[in-house]
């Protein structure tokens, strides 16, 4: 597995690990996927995120995204949700669960 806190436009935090294999409830095993972690943008609902998923899936077409510990569901969750994501492996009803999409 590799992560790195990655350096990108609009972020003042982002943590992002490769792993060559997830088992998703619902889904089995997912290979390869590109998680994202740990986010922080500089400037909430203009667009951050949505752009870094166009750069990802234009560059890296095959890696399945994984957006991991979202707190804000009903905020970024909703948004996610809207960009084609699907919620996963929710952890009862507090306010973390993680959001995927399949390449």
């Given amino acids: 597995m590799d992560r790195a806190w990655v350096k990108h436009p ?5 943590y992002v690990r490769y792993i060559p294999e ?6 089995g ?3 390869p996927v590109l998680d994202l972690a740990s986010m922080e943008v500089e400037s909430p609902r203009r667009g ?3 752009c870094l998923v ?3 899936r234009e560059a890296y077409p095959s ?20 960009m084609g ?16 999409r399949l390449p």
């Fill in 85 to 100: 994501f699907r919620e996963v492996n929710r952890i009862g009803d507090i306010s973390a669960n993680y959001l995927w």
């Fill in 29 to 31: 095993r997912i290979a």
């Fill in 48 to 50: 951050t995120l949505r």
């Fill in 10 to 14: 609009g972020f003042r935090a982002l």
């Fill in 22 to 27: 997830r088992h998703v409830v619902g889904y």
């Fill in 54 to 56: 166009g750069d990802l």
């Fill in 63 to 82: 890696l399945a995204l994984y957006v991991e510990s979202v707190s804000d569901v009903k905020g970024l969750g909703r948004g996610l949700v809207r």
